[in-house]
């Protein structure tokens, strides 16, 4: 969900179109009428009716701003040709100005009708796909494209990128998804940093992970002299600095504590550099509490890490942190080198104190095409909906936290297949039915855990919610559990 290896990153790019809805996410081959994609996309001819004109009857009046008229015909000009844009402007012509009030009731009811005939339309579009009505999903995917914009309401933004998964399944015709599609060019590792320090702080998901992760950790090993943690993904190690502290304030003194990272490639572009900019800040900050402290880089890919990677020594307490990064390795049912379980049974002959695990309780790992699309769309529907309280709709940087921290994970879900689709999330339930193989056993997570998470959640909207079911956390958006946590030993 948060992180995306490198060759997803470039998997496709945004166009921008000069209009009022912006446009996104155009596959590379359908500007050639030899492709597959090209089909899909000019295949429908926008027609100018009564009925499509309506839409237009709101910008009428006094109320309406001339800049907004000019918008709207520069988008009427880009989607249907200069031609056809004196025949929707005669019949616009035709109407009485209507009063303000009028207008504005008239236009939030048919935004409230689209924003349902938009989830409906979505759904039977994949639905088409899934039993291979090509003209049905062709046709679908004309009507939808003037229905979704990255700038709208949350399902209109969420419909943007699914819209473009969509696209890009269809196009893809048995070849892979990344030559179908054009490279996404990539923002500068300053920016692409500010963007994920942004969801970060207006979302409590990764705080939930992590707090709950350190919370296991902190109880584990309260009585432990010499501590070594392994985190799995490590990220820009933001999560190590409110653990270090905690023991610095520990009674009778802190542990000596080692930490070994394992480094993943969007975290190193965000960040400008290697693990050594990980290490030295969290040395740093150990040394001004006084704590012992030693770190230890891996810069290898999480699935092929060894044993002697580690450097696990004798004498040492052994911790390991899964925070969202297990659902990008390949299962059984894409590789008979099945990483996801490999992983787990390496982890358990190192004999660890304990373990955490944080991932997001969506089922889209060996899911088909269509109950997928489905998945995802209710999932990140509700993801959308906790930014949109929290982030203004007229944020500048809004589109680019969704276009670069989010809407990749979503169009590799829906678009691809095999080892191209890397993100591949599992409900609670299977992981535990994968660390009980492994060989593990639960560790409950402690009351102050629970408790320290529901204050956090005081600073949020109080439509999110905390639940504890057996042994476990699940964060979720008012019906929806979006993020799980838990700890084996």
């Excluded at 060989?439 to 959640?457: D, E, K, M, W």
């Amino acid at each position: 969900m948060y992180k995306h290896p490198r060759q997803e990153i470039e998997a496709y790019r945004y166009v921008p179109v000069h209009n009022s809805r912006k446009r996104y996410c155009t596959p590379e081959s359908s500007s050639s009428p030899d492709s597959p994609a090209y089909e899909v996309i000019s295949n429908a001819t926008v027609l100018v009716s009564h009925n499509n004109s309506a839409a237009y009857d709101d910008t009428s009046g006094s109320c309406v701003t001339d800049d907004f008229n000019d918008k709207i015909k520069e988008l009427e000009t880009v989607m249907m040709g200069p031609d056809s844009l004196d025949l929707v402007l005669d019949y616009n012509d035709s109407f009485d100005s209507t009063s303000c009030q009028e207008t504005n009731s008239w236009r939030s009811t048919l935004e409230a009708v689209s924003r349902r005939d938009l989830r409906a339309d979505l759904v039977s579009c994949a639905k088409a796909m899934s039993e291979n009505d090509l003209m049905m999903a062709r046709s679908m995917m004309e009507k939808l494209r003037l229905m979704v914009s990255v700038s709208g309401e949350p399902i209109e933004r969420l419909g943007a990128y699914l819209l473009e998964g969509l696209v890009a399944q269809l196009a893809s015709s048995g070849s892979s998804i990344y030559k179908a599609l054009n490279k996404c060019p990539e923002p500068a590792s300053t920016e692409l940093l500010s963007y994920m320090h942004i969801l970060y702080e207006v979302c409590p998901y990764f705080k939930f992970g992590y707090m709950s992760a350190n919370g296991a950790i902190a109880e584990a090993m309260k009585e432990e002299n010499r501590v070594h943690i392994i985190d799995f993904q490590i990220g820009q190690g933001s999560q190590w600095v409110t653990l270090i502290q905690a023991f610095a304030a520990r009674p009778g003194g802190p542990p000596r504590i080692r930490i070994t990272g394992i480094d993943d490639t969007t975290s190193a572009y965000a960040r400008g550099g290697g693990l050594s900019i990980v290490g030295n800040r969290l040395a740093k900050l150990a040394k001004q509490f006084n704590v012992p402290f030693e770190f230890n880089s891996v810069s290898v890919s999480v699935s092929e890490v060894k044993p002697k990677n580690l450097g696990v020594r004798p004498g040492e307490a052994l911790a390991v942190n899964f925070a969202f990064v297990l659902h990008h390795m390949p299962d059984e049912s894409v590789s008979t080198e099945n990483h996801r379980d490999r992983l787990l049974r390496m982890v358990k002959s190192l004999s660890p104190k304990v373990v955490t695990l944080v991932e997001q309780e969506s089922n889209t790992n060996t899911a088909a095409f269509f109950p997928r699309f489905k998945e995802t769309m209710d999932y990140y529907d509700a993801m959308f909906e906790s930014i949109d309280v929290t982030l203004p709709r007229n944020h500048k940087q809004r589109i680019n936290v969704e276009q670069h921290c989010l809407a990749r994970d979503v169009v590799n879900i829906i678009a691809c297949e095999g080892a191209d689709r890397v993100e591949r999330h599992e409900l609670l339930g299977k992981w535990r039915s994968r660390f009980g193989m492994a060989g593990f056993t639960s560790y409950p997570l402690s009351p102050l855990v629970n408790s320290t998470i529901r204050s956090l959640l005081r600073n949020y909207s109080d439509k999110y919610r905390l639940e504890e079911r057996d042994g476990a956390l699940y964060l979720g958006w008012m019906k929806r559990d979006l993020v799980a946590s838990c700890a084996w030993k």
